[in-house]
């Protein structure tokens, strides 16, 4: 029986990998990749972008696209570490899976960033993210299915 903890911290995760892809969305809509040029920080000489006009601007949508994926990555380690004895190989094994799948696309993020990769390899940044979305959505709809 799945704990509520465990089922809380998968549905964040869920959640946050959502987000994660959507902003990813944005970030390409809006070309706010090249907005911070530096990776994982914004700029070499501080963590976040300056405050602009806009809550919009281009810095600020890479960054929250990053600080967000970030404490998605933490959740999916999180949500494995607590499905690892779930009788449900979904709940103790895709969390995982889900973790490397969104390493993969920050590794292929970070790579767009630093390297300017080409179109069909920065296309590999979105195949892992929605994996891992598709990943701990099931195992999501696993812990609730446990509950009944």
């Known amino acids: 029986m799945p704990t509520s903890t465990q089922r809380r911290v ?22 706010s990749s090249s907005a911070c040029p530096a990776w994982p920080v914004c700029y070499a000489d501080r963590v976040g972008p300056a405050m602009q006009a806009g809550w919009l601007e281009n810095p600020i949508i890479e960054f929250v696209h990053r600080a967000i994926s970030f404490a998605a990555l933490v959740l999916l380690g999180v949500a494995g570490w607590l ?23 920050a590794v292929f993020g ?8 080409p179109l069909g390899l920065g296309l590999l940044d979105l195949a892992f993210a929605l994996i891992a979305m ?15």
Do not use: H, K, N, Y
Request: proline share 3%; net charge positive.
């Open 10 to 31: 998968t549905r964040w995760a869920t959640l946050l990998i959502i987000v994660t892809v959507m902003l990813g969305g944005a970030v390409c809509a809006t070309d």
């Open 83 to 105: 499905g690892r004895r779930s009788p449900d190989a979904r709940v103790r094994v895709l969390p995982w899976v889900a973790l490397g799948c969104a390493i993969g696309s």
């Open 110 to 117: 970070m790579m767009i960033i630093l390297f300017t990769l």
């Open 134 to 148: 598709a990943l701990i959505t099931v195992s999501d709809q696993a812990l609730r299915g446990e509950r009944r």
